[in-house]
C-alpha cells in the first residue's frame, strides 16, 4: 500500500498482481485499457523489485481504492473478496470497507458504463461512415433521372402513401439511420430557373426495402404513435412492415 501527495492510500499494480497470482505485466495492460476508457486513473511510480541482490527498479501503477476493485473485476472477478480483506487489513477504519458483494457490484456497473459509452461511440462512428460513403457515391452528376430511380421529393410522396410517415421523419430515416440508401447519383436540373442546380435519386427499391426495416423495428407507444431508437421524439405510422 501506498501514500499519494495528498494523503490518499493507494495500491499498486504490483500488489494487486501478487494479490491475484497474476503477472505484473499483465496487471498494467489491463489498467492502461480502462484508462483509456477513462473507467480509472492511475499514478505512475517506481519502485524497487523484491528479487534480492542485484534487484531493479521497476514501473508500477497506483491506483485509488475505488479503482482497485474495477482492475480486480476485470482481471480475476473471483478475487474481489480477497481484494475486500487486503483493503480491511490496509486501512484504520475498517467500517468503510465494501463488503464483497458491494464492491463485486459497483466494479461491474462501471465497467459496464464503460461499455455502453464505446458502443454509442461506435454507433456514431457507423453514421458518420455511412454519411460520407453516400455524399462520396453522390458525386456523379447524370443529365437525366435513371429509370427506376426517384428523388426525395417522390421519395416523401411514395412513402407516405405507403406507411403514413410525414416528410419530418421520412427526411430522418433518409439521413439518420445507418441503413438508409445510398444516392444512385446526381441529376442536373435542367430547368432554365435551375442555374445548373443538381439533386439526389435513389433506386426505387432500396427506398422500398430502408423503409421496410424501419416499420419494422418501429415501437408502439399508442395505437397510433410509434418510436424507433434512430429517430428522436414520437411519430404516426400508418402500418407496420408486413402487417
Keep these: 500500500m501506498n501514500m499519494l501527495a495528498n494523503n490518499r492510500v ?12 497474476t503477472r505484473h505485466d499483465s496487471v498494467k495492460r489491463t489498467i492502461e485499457r480502462l484508462a483509456d476508457k477513462d473507467v480509472v486513473r492511475f499514478t505512475p511510480s517506481v519502485e ?11 514501473e508500477v501503477y497506483l491506483v485509488s481504492e475505488r479503482d482497485s476493485y474495477v482492475v480486480v473485476a476485470q482481471l480475476s472477478p473471483e478475487f474481489t473478496a480477497r481484494l475486500v480483506d487486503y483493503w480491511q487489513e490496509h486501512k484504520c477504519q475498517p467500517a468503510q470497507i465494501p463488503t464483497t458483494a458491494e464492491a463485486f457490484a459497483q466494479a461491474f456497473r462501471m ?34 433521372r435513371p429509370a427506376n430511380s426517384e428523388s426525395i421529393v417522390h421519395v416523401r410522396s411514395r412513402i407516405w402513401r405507403l406507411f403514413g410517415l410525414s416528410n419530418g421523419t ?23 430557373d435551375a442555374e445548373g442546380a443538381t439533386y439526389a435519386v435513389y433506386w ?13 423495428e418501429c415501437i408502439p407507444v399508442t395505437q ?7 429517430i428522436e421524439g414520437r411519430f404516426k405510422l400508418a402500418r407496420k412492415a408486413g402487417a
Design 111 to 144: 465497467l459496464a458504463d464503460a461499455e455502453q459509452r464505446d458502443a454509442r461511440r461506435e454507433q456514431r462512428l457507423n453514421l458518420i461512415d455511412a454519411k460520407v460513403e453516400r455524399i462520396e457515391t453522390a458525386q456523379t452528376v447524370l443529365s437525366a
Design 204 to 216: 426505387q427499391k432500396d427506398v422500398t426495402a430502408t423503409f421496410e426495416r424501419f416499420a419494422q
Design 48 to 58: 524497487t523489485s523484491h528479487e534480492g541482490a542485484g534487484s531493479r527498479a521497476v
Design 224 to 230: 397510433h404513435f410509434f418510436t424507433h431508437p434512430y
Design 10 to 21: 493507494t495500491m499498486s499494480s504490483r500488489e494487486i498482481g501478487d494479490l491475484l497470482d
Design 170 to 192: 421520412i427526411d430522418a430515416v433518409m439521413r439518420q439511420t445507418p441503413y438508409a440508401p445510398k444516392p444512385a447519383g446526381m441529376v442536373r436540373n435542367e430547368h432554365a
